[in-house]
C-alpha cells in the first residue's frame, strides 16, 4: 500500500496514511499524496525541477516540515508536484531533507483540482518504522 486516504477522521480535514520499504520512498509517497489532494497528478507535467531543503530535530519532525513546504510552495508560487526525489541524511543536530520536486504550474484550465490545504496538523500525526519498512499518517487543514 503505497498511501489511501483515510475517511471520517476529522470535519475540516483530510488524512491520509502510507507505507514504503525505505524512509526517502515514504517521504516520496507522502508528498504524492499531498499533491493528489490537489489535482489529479496523471495530469501534471514534469515542467519545472524545484530543490527543497528542510532541518529537523526528528524524523517526524522533519516530514511535517517537508510537507508544510509544499503546501507553502503551493500557496506562494502556484506550484504542484508529481515527483519526488528525497534524500534524507541524520545530521549533528538531528536530520536533513534534500528532495528534487518536478512538476508544473497549477493551471485551472487543463488541471483538474480538488482541495486546498491549508496546514498539517499534529492531529494524529505519526511516523514510525516497522519491521516491513515506514509508517506515517497525516492530517491536512483543508
Known amino acids: 500500500m503505497p498511501h489511501r486516504f483515510l475517511a471520517d477522521i476529522a470535519i475540516a480535514d483530510v488524512a491520509f496514511e502510507a507505507e514504503a520499504p525505505s524512509l526517502e520512498e515514504l517521504f516520496s509517497e ?11 497528478t496523471e495530469l501534471v507535467r514534469e515542467k519545472d525541477k524545484v530543490r527543497i531543503e528542510v532541518k529537523a530535530e ?5 516530514l511535517y516540515s ?3 513546504k509544499l503546501i ?3 500557496d506562494v508560487d ?5 515527483t519526488y526525489l528525497p534524500v534524507v541524511s541524520e545530521e549533528e543536530s538531528g536530520f536533513g531533507l534534500v528532495c528534487e520536486c518536478r512538476g ?3 493551471d485551472p484550465g487543463r488541471h483538474e483540482t480538488r ?3 491549508k496546514a498539517v496538523t499534529f492531529h494524529m500525526f505519526e511516523l514510525s518504522k516497522s519491521d516491513g519498512g515506514w509508517y506515517c499518517r497525516v492530517v491536512i487543514d483543508v
Not at 499524496?33 to 489529479?40: D, G, H, I
Not at 502556484?78 to 508529481?82: K, S
Open 72 to 74: 507553502y510552495i503551493k
Open 115 to 117: 482541495m486546498d490545504p
Open 104 to 106: 508544473e504550474r497549477i
Open 78 to 82: 502556484g506550484l504542484v508536484f508529481r
Open 58 to 62: 526528528t524524523l517526524d519532525l522533519l
Open 30 to 40: 507522502a508528498g504524492l499524496a499531498l499533491s493528489e489532494l490537489m489535482v489529479n
Open 66 to 68: 517537508f510537507l508544510s
